[in-house]
Structures are given as structure tokens and as C-alpha cells.
């Protein structure tokens, strides 16, 4: 009499339960040591950078001329920075300088009062001021190419800072292409 296949399923099962019990099985325990490491070679995952933004800038706390604010970051839980013993470590991260100049003040400036010169006035170009002021904005055509030019942020203040612009603001990031730049051939360029 042939044995039901649930029958054969319960017999195997039990006879791989057995086998189980007689084999001295280890499982491996996960080990709770540190992992120390000199922290400004982590990978960008491997640590977490919460910067204070200054209120003022919207940029980081510290800013400098360079463009660089050093900021406190911690390491993943079982890294250890060589640096500080413990998990945190100093990170320098970009930033944009700023010295006070208002996108928006500029560019209402630049709106309202560009005929007399008012915008490069208050970004530090005295000279362009001056001779907006005496022609009138160029006859209003001056006046029309500052808006665009303060609008699109290629004119910034005098001191090569940059605007102060809320932190969702509007921002502009230029591309730049040059000898170095790859681009990445598409599939419906023409054959050179």
C-alpha cells in the first residue's frame, strides 16, 4: 500500500529534525566592537553632518571667504574617529560667503530706482552708479540690462560675495563646460 504524500512529508520532515538536534550547530553572535578609523576618509553614507544655518546668511554658521564652514558631524553607530575617540569628528563643507547683499532688495532696487543708478550703488560699483545716474539709466536701456543681469544672478556684489537668498530661494548654479567636462554621447548624435 503506497504511503500518502502527506505521510512522506511528516517522515521527512521529522527525519530532517533529527538530523538537526545530532549536529552541533554554532550560529555566529554578532560583535559589538568599534571600528576605528580616521573619520575624514568615511564615504559620504558612513557619516551624518547636521550644520547650524545662520538665520541671517542662510548659509552655515562660520562661513568663510573661501567658501568652506567647519561643522560638527557624527559617524555610524560602530565607527570610532581616530581624530576626536569617540564618534564625532570636524567636517569642512561648502558654503556660500555672504556680506550682507540682499538678492531681492537688489533686484527691487534694480526695478525701481535702476534709471538713477540705485542698484550698483548699493553692490559696490560706484562707477556704473554714477553714470546710470547721469544718463538716466542709459536711457532706460542700462536699467533694462541690469534687471536681467541682477535677475539671472551674473552681476553680484563688488566684493565677490554672494546674495543673500532664502535657503529655498532661487538660486542659480551655472554650468560650466570646459576641456575636462565628458558628455555623454546620446543615441541621436550624427556619426563624425
Request: include cysteine; aromatic fraction near 14%.
Amino acid at each position: 500500500m503506497p504511503i500518502p504524500r502527506f505521510t512522506s512529508l511528516i517522515i521527512t520532515f521529522s527525519v530532517f529534525l533529527r538530523t538537526l538536534q545530532s549536529v552541533d550547530c554554532e550560529f555566529p553572535t554578532l560583535s559589538t566592537s568599534t571600528y576605528e578609523t580616521n573619520c575624514s576618509s568615511l564615504q559620504l553614507e558612513q557619516y551624518f553632518c547636521t550644520p547650524e544655518i545662520d538665520p541671517i546668511t542662510q548659509q552655515p554658521k562660520g562661513c568663510s571667504r573661501n567658501n568652506w564652514a567647519h561643522t560638527i558631524c557624527v559617524a555610524a553607530d560602530g565607527i570610532q574617529c581616530v581624530e576626536s575617540g569617540n564618534n564625532t569628528f570636524l567636517k569642512e563643507i561648502p558654503c556660500l560667503w555672504t556680506n550682507g547683499y540682499s538678492f531681492e532688495t537688489s533686484l527691487l532696487l534694480s526695478v525701481f530706482l535702476g534709471m538713477f543708478g540705485a542698484d550698483r550703488f548699493y553692490l559696490g560699483y560706484p562707477a556704473i552708479g554714477l553714470f546710470k545716474l547721469c544718463t538716466l539709466g542709459c536711457m532706460f536701456l542700462g536699467q533694462i540690462v541690469d534687471i536681467i543681469l541682477i535677475a539671472t544672478q551674473t552681476v553680484g556684489p563688488a566684493d565677490g560675495s554672494h546674495y543673500i537668498i532664502n535657503y529655498f530661494g532661487p538660486r542659480l548654479s551655472p554650468l560650466e563646460l570646459d576641456n575636462d567636462t565628458y558628455r555623454m554621447p546620446q543615441f541621436d548624435w550624427p556619426e563624425l
